[in-house]
């Protein structure tokens, strides 16, 4: 074969073309520009919105086995919680029936008591409810304001309980709204009675919680004991919730035990109230005295002695 006619070209193997550096260049410069366009002029929601539309039907198919796994995990865990509620509800009814029928018969037999000592009927407290509209601006009181006032026959002394037990007293009263003090306070005093013992006593509102004072450290008073309203104040009704006794201390240098009250009614959070009459407003006068014999008649008397 002649020299002439051999083709002497490189193979497409080795033909470089355009420079490596010059296509990472170009390249690098348009999605730089890309990008900036995109950011700029949303050139690119278009397709991507045209992309989601085409891929949705995919995505919904690929997410159906996920959810039907972890939904149906779901549907075991919530069958299993309800099936517990159920369950503790089911308690709950059944004890709630027993102490309702023991509070029917306490009622029958009291009943009973007072008619076979010819006794008065307990008194029926009459009372509104009422919301709570804001805490008062002394940030050294325990005070919340109510929106019942004296349009609405609040008067200052009505007792303020809620679902757990008393709350506080009424202290001031304006035309649409009254304030309230609260157990907590530290000029609030309420007289109680222990369920378990029997024995009154006097409770008094400090920071943060309450302490019954002004008893003997000799006394019968345990931690756990409840403390209800006695109803001799004239004020409160016999038998609300105040407090729970949280810890006694005895000291042997002083003649008083140190109690510490958790209210039954807690002072935070609470919204919607009950206003209570005061029970001196529903109780017989009390009979006035008789009045005193004169002074000159006492010596006369004695003169002819």
Known sequence: MPLGTLDRTPPPFFRQGTPALTKLVFFSALAFFLMVADVRLRIADPVREAIAIVLLPVQRALAVPVELVFGGADYLRGLEAAR??????????????????????????????????????????????????????DPYSRKVVIDRGQAQGVVAGSPVVNQHGVLGQVTRVFALTSEVTLLVDKDAAIPVLNVRTQQRGAAFGVAGGMELRFTSANDDVRAGDELQTSGMDGVYPPGLPVAKVVAV??????????????????????RHVLVLEPLAAMLPPRPEPAPAAPEVARRKGSGRR
């Open 84 to 137: 517990a509620a159920e369950r503790e509800a089911q308690a709950q009814l059944a004890l709630s029936a027993d102490q309702l029928a023991r509070a029917g018969a306490l009622a029958a037999e009291n009943a009973r008591l007072r008619a076979l000592l010819d006794l008065k009927p307990a008194l029926a407290v009459r009372s509104q409810a009422a919301e709570v509209l804001y805490d008062a601006a």
């Open 249 to 270: 201390e005895r000291r042997s240098e002083s003649g008083f035990a140190r109690i510490t009250l958790a209210p039954a009614a807690g002072s935070d959070g609470v």
